[in-house]
């Protein structure tokens, strides 16, 4: 079982920054991806931007060039900096996981979420 731990949401006015990070713990050998998603209001969970083990990283476009995702992987940390913030990136932010075990199986793993709010 891995547990992830978010922090660093709060309030900010648009054109503001905010560093989201997620700390994983238990068992946490062979986590690949890490990741963040959002989930704003009436709407999908969207992924926000994704890191491998090895460091590619999959931003998605509502973001490129405003939000940079980092990983620590000793410890597995997670971090998302975002900067030029709009009202639109508002949402519930999520941290998630994926770990592969020996026999080839997936699992993935969700933190508790953190919110977001940017004012215009």
């Known amino acids: 079982q891995v547990q992830l731990v978010e922090s660093g949401g709060g309030l900010v006015q648009a054109g503001g920054s905010l560093r989201l990070s997620c700390a994983a713990s238990?068992?946490?050998?062979?986590?690949?991806?890490m990741g963040w998603y959002r989930q704003a209001p009436g709407k999908q969970r969207e992924l926000v931007a994704a890191i491998s083990s090895g460091g590619s990283t999959n931003v998605a476009d509502p973001v490129k060039g405003r939000f940079t995702i980092t990983r620590d992987n000793a410890p597995n940390t997670l971090s998302l900096q975002m900067n030029t913030l709009k009202p639109e990136d508002t949402a519930v932010y999520y941290c998630h996981a994926e770990q592969l075990t020996a026999a080839g199986r997936t699992y993935e793993y969700w933190g508790q979420g953190t919110q977001v709010t940017v004012s215009s």
């Open positions: 238990g068992s946490t050998f062979r986590i690949n991806t």
